[in-house]
């Protein structure tokens, strides 16, 4: 059944159109958005569709194909916590246009979506876009791209309770077909650097590792705690203040271990986002390998947020000729990416599959990332 037939069966009356928003992979630049720092995703054929109809009396009506039943409320009694579940992310963006002061009322909305729920490639915030998007079409909201990620951000943060930053929002919106993003979340001043792998015989392989991705729980939280903390006994407003040949300096200033490896983590990505994005630039995607291998072992040693099943997968990657490997995403489970000779996607898959099974993990799933665009109306 069409997502619109879906719609009338589940919701009754016909959508006023459809609206989709990606999922996104990070290739490089982890838990630097909440420090103000930079960031390099790619947009995913996988989303989020939604199904929209406008409504005149107030009410929310929210169903899912991938959840049983429906949820109603009214908007102008949403409040943080007033809803849970997944309909909480698309109930916080309309909480969080309201709040903005943007006169938005009833809807109906019927989401479906392919982006593996847990796997750490932000099906919330492609939730939360297709959502937005839909919002400032049918209300004739006057909202830019880069402010409609901040509500989209402020509605996870505020209403559903998930501290994240801004990258997964932006990536969700803003991104381009062959092409990453390179986002200052400070400044917001991004650049569309060209990602046209198969042009240079590469491709990267994205392995759902299906170890449980749990981050509104509280480890997430700890690590931004920390970095705010941080930054506050150094006496600056963000961990991005810090240059690369003054990191060492301000590691002596700080009192526990702990905080200087999350530090450390922080300013080292920054510098290899920026590297990264330099390689890209010069047209030489091929040799960016190391620093993705580099980033997780920070990520791994430093910011504590991997798993045995993502440490497992990047090992198996790069012994099966991965040119660089790292986790994604928030981490504590989730994926990791390879970056592969496009001939060799199946074989690198494949020996992280053997190398699952002799650990006795769950079989993983693997697919080709394609780089593709943000945030759109369809019909």
């Known amino acids: 059944m069409s997502l619109l037939s879906a719609f009338e069966s589940t919701l009754g009356g016909r959508a006023d159109g459809t609206w989709a928003a990606p999922g996104r992979v990070n290739l490089i630049g982890e838990h630097t958005d909440y420090n103000d720092g930079f960031v390099l995703p790619l947009a995913l054929p996988q989303g989020v569709v939604a199904a929209v109809a406008k409504r005149s009396d107030g009410l929310l009506r929210m169903a899912s194909r991938q959840a049983d039943g429906r949820v109603e409320t009214r908007v102008d009694t949403l409040a943080p916590g007033s809803v849970t579940g997944w309909a909480a992310y698309v109930a916080g963006v309309v909480w969080s246009l309201r709040e903005a002061g943007h006169e938005v009322g ?3 909305i019927l989401v479906d979506g ?3 729920p847990g796997a750490g490639l932000s099906s919330s915030a492609a939730l939360e876009c297709a959502t937005a998007l839909a919002i400032k079409d049918l209300y004739d909201l006057d909202v830019e791209p880069a402010a409609m990620a901040r509500l989209a951000q402020r509605a996870e943060n505020d209403f559903v309770g998930m501290p994240c930053g801004i990258m997964d929002q932006s990536a969700s919106l803003l991104c381009e077909r062959e092409h990453v993003l390179f986002l200052d979340t400070r400044t ?3 650049e569309q650097v060209p990602f046209d792998l198969g042009t240079h015989g590469l491709a990267l392989l994205v392995v759902d590792t299906r170890a449980p991705h749990q981050l509104v729980d509280g480890e997430y939280a700890a690590r931004r705690r920390a970095c705010e903390e941080a930054a506050a006994a150094l006496g600056i407003t963000a961990l991005r203040d810090i240059e690369p040949d003054g990191l060492e300096e301000a590691l002596a200033r700080l009192d526990d271990e702990v905080s200087r490896k999350r530090v450390r983590h922080v300013v080292t990505e ?15 995607p091929d040799t960016i390998g190391p620093l993705l291998t580099a980033s997780h072992e920070s990520l791994r040693d430093d910011f504590e947020v991997t798993v045995p099943e993502l440490d497992k997968a990047v090992e198996a990657a790069l012994d099966a000729g991965a040119l660089g490997a790292r986790m994604t995403g928030g981490g504590f489970g989730g994926c990791v990416i390879a970056l592969v000779q496009a001939d060799a996607g199946e074989v690198v898959a494949r ?3 053997e190398a699952f099974a002799g650990a006795g993990f769950g079989a993983p799933a693997a697919f080709v990332a394609q780089p593709s665009a943000g945030a759109r109306r369809i019909t």
């Open 106 to 108: 009833g809807l109906d």
């Open 351 to 353: 020996r992280v599959a």
């Open 188 to 190: 917001l001043v991004t």
């Open 270 to 284: 920054d510098a290899r986002v920026l590297e990264t994005v330099a390689r890209l630039r010069g047209g030489s």
């Open 114 to 116: 392919d982006v593996p």
